[in-house]
């Protein structure tokens, strides 16, 4: 009765029925001696009992399957392994959230290595307030360290959610403002906030000493300029520019590729020095020698020209 499924991806019927939030298959599950209510979770995204009443915000499961025993800090599925409060962080149900709370969860667990995130990280990339203060009242780490892979800091996780009130209150109490991006697939915090095109939050961080020309990630990483060139966010491109931001360096740490050659002219305009579109090379790369990843960083350098050709005319 405990399993449902065969593949790698199995979910137990109690698993299941909690993610549903079926209340009355959950208590007859229960009931039933041969069901293991901390069945571990099964594949990449596989969620315990718990984390799965937690991730779809049933407060009724997730107190019944306390009361039955439910262990309140299992590990999630080996992608995010997230336990019950970060995924409950995640979603931002506050009487979730007070109730493992109170159940004794551990608000200091750190954040599993492939896309985890602590539960203060997970509270601020999806930008909910009263579990951040709460979390930062309790004396979690505003600083704990991002995952290895995917990772972010609450602050770097504020900036993607854009939440300019939650991006404050980390400012205020320490936030690293210029906290390197994780090897793989992160983002600083002025890379998140320009690649959303965020002018707000990138002018917030800028006036609190965020590095506009900080290395990206190893991989799938951009620069602070190169991220709002390849958004298309024209005023997050110019307050770069004008911060210091270096046009020569647009390029993605994973391949080492100079997206184009540019210089400032005048006081205000820039003028892209590419040698004309129809025969554009990407540093030493001819756009026939790209693959289809080069080309899309082609595609980025001509929106990148178009931005700004339109600077130097003043417009």
């Given at each position: 009765m405990d399993t449902f499924a065969s593949s790698d991806d199995d979910w137990t019927s109690l698993q299941l029925a909690s993610a549903a939030g079926d209340l009355s298959l959950v208590d007859s599950l229960l009931s039933h001696p041969s069901t293991n209510i901390n069945s571990p979770p099964h594949g990449y995204y596989g969620q315990t009992a718990l984390q799965a009443a937690c991730a779809k915000c049933h407060l009724a499961i997730v107190s019944k399957l306390l009361e039955a025993g439910a262990h309140i800090d299992a590990p999630g599925g080996s992608n995010g392994g997230r336990t019950?409060?970060?995924?409950?962080?995640?979603?931002?149900?506050?009487?979730?959230?007070?109730?493992?709370?109170?159940?004794?969860?551990?608000?200091?667990l750190p954040a599993h290595k492939y896309r985890g995130r602590t539960a203060l990280q997970a509270a601020c990339e999806f930008g909910h307030l009263a579990l951040v203060e709460k979390l930062l009242e309790l004396g979690v780490d505003v600083n704990a360290p991002w995952a290895a892979y995917g990772g972010l800091t609450a602050l770097q996780a504020a900036c993607e959610g854009g939440n300019l009130d939650t991006i404050k209150i980390l400012l205020e109490r320490g936030a690293e403002v210029n906290a390197l991006a994780c090897r793989y697939g992160g983002a600083a915090a002025l890379q998140a906030a320009a690649f959303r095109?965020?002018?707000?939050?990138?002018?917030?961080?800028?006036?609190?000493?965020?590095?506009?020309?900080?290395?990206?990630?190893y991989r799938f990483g951009r620069t602070a300029l190169y991220a709002a060139v390849e958004g298309g966010h024209r005023e997050v491109v110019e307050k770069l520019v004008s911060e210091g931001a270096d046009i020569r360096d647009m390029r993605t740490d994973w391949r080492r590729m100079s997206l184009q050659k540019a210089e400032i002219m005048g006081e205000r305009g820039i003028k892209e020095v590419l040698g004309g579109t129809d025969g554009f090379r990407c540093g030493s790369w001819s756009e026939g020698d790209l693959g289809k990843r080069g080309k899309k960083e082609t595609k980025v350098s001509r929106k990148y020209a178009v931005v700004m050709s339109g600077m130097a005319d003043g417009g």
């Amino acid at each position: 009765m405990d399993t449902f499924a065969s593949s790698d991806d199995d979910w137990t019927s109690l698993q299941l029925a909690s993610a549903a939030g079926d209340l009355s298959l959950v208590d007859s599950l229960l009931s039933h001696p041969s069901t293991n209510i901390n069945s571990p979770p099964h594949g990449y995204y596989g969620q315990t009992a718990l984390q799965a009443a937690c991730a779809k915000c049933h407060l009724a499961i997730v107190s019944k399957l306390l009361e039955a025993g439910a262990h309140i800090d299992a590990p999630g599925g080996s992608n995010g392994g997230r336990t019950a409060l970060q995924v409950s962080a995640s979603t931002g149900d506050l009487p979730i959230f007070m109730l493992l709370l109170s159940s004794g969860a551990d608000i200091h667990l750190p954040a599993h290595k492939y896309r985890g995130r602590t539960a203060l990280q997970a509270a601020c990339e999806f930008g909910h307030l009263a579990l951040v203060e709460k979390l930062l009242e309790l004396g979690v780490d505003v600083n704990a360290p991002w995952a290895a892979y995917g990772g972010l800091t609450a602050l770097q996780a504020a900036c993607e959610g854009g939440n300019l009130d939650t991006i404050k209150i980390l400012l205020e109490r320490g936030a690293e403002v210029n906290a390197l991006a994780c090897r793989y697939g992160g983002a600083a915090a002025l890379q998140a906030a320009a690649f959303r095109g965020l002018l707000r939050t990138v002018e917030e961080l800028v006036q609190r000493g965020a590095d506009v020309n900080a290395r990206p990630s190893y991989r799938f990483g951009r620069t602070a300029l190169y991220a709002a060139v390849e958004g298309g966010h024209r005023e997050v491109v110019e307050k770069l520019v004008s911060e210091g931001a270096d046009i020569r360096d647009m390029r993605t740490d994973w391949r080492r590729m100079s997206l184009q050659k540019a210089e400032i002219m005048g006081e205000r305009g820039i003028k892209e020095v590419l040698g004309g579109t129809d025969g554009f090379r990407c540093g030493s790369w001819s756009e026939g020698d790209l693959g289809k990843r080069g080309k899309k960083e082609t595609k980025v350098s001509r929106k990148y020209a178009v931005v700004m050709s339109g600077m130097a005319d003043g417009g």
